[in-house]
Nanobody, 116 residues
Framework: QVQLVESGGDLVQPGGSLRLSCAAS????????MGWYRQAPGKERELVAT???????YVVDSVKGRFTISRPNAKNTLYLHMNSLKPEDTAVYYC??????????WGQGTQVTVSS
């Protein structure tokens, strides 16, 4: 099994930056890809970005150019670097991990609030 713990969420002003972290533990070798999702109040959970074991990344259009996903050396920590934050980025951000023999795992989430 894989356990995921997010951290780094905070209250930040519009235009500010944050770095979210996700620490993975357990059967890390079974992870093929990791990602970030978010859920804003009253909205459905949505994909933000993904990264594969080989380092291929995908970022949704709404955050492209502002958010970067990374997982240095495919180790046990996933990051989401968020710049030029907007009020519409306010959400609970969740880390995920999955693999060929690992069904998607979710972290508990971390709150990001963008407000002046």
């Amino acid at each position: 099994q894989v356990q995921l713990v997010e951290s780094g969420g905070d209250l930040v002003q519009p235009g500010g930056s944050l770095r979210l972290s996700c620490a993975a533990s357990g059967s890390i070798f079974s992870i093929n890809s990791m990602g970030w999702y978010r859920q804003a109040p009253g909205k459905e959970r949505e994909l933000v970005a993904t990264i594969t074991r080989t380092g291929s990344t995908y970022v949704v259009d709404s955050v492209k150019g502002r958010f970067t996903i990374s997982r240095p050396n495919a180790k046990n920590t996933l990051y989401l670097h968020m710049n030029s934050l907007k009020p519409e980025d306010t959400a609970v951000y969740y880390c995920t991990a999955e693999g060929p023999q690992l069904s998607r795992r979710w972290g508990q989430g971390t709150q990001v609030t963008v407000s002046s």
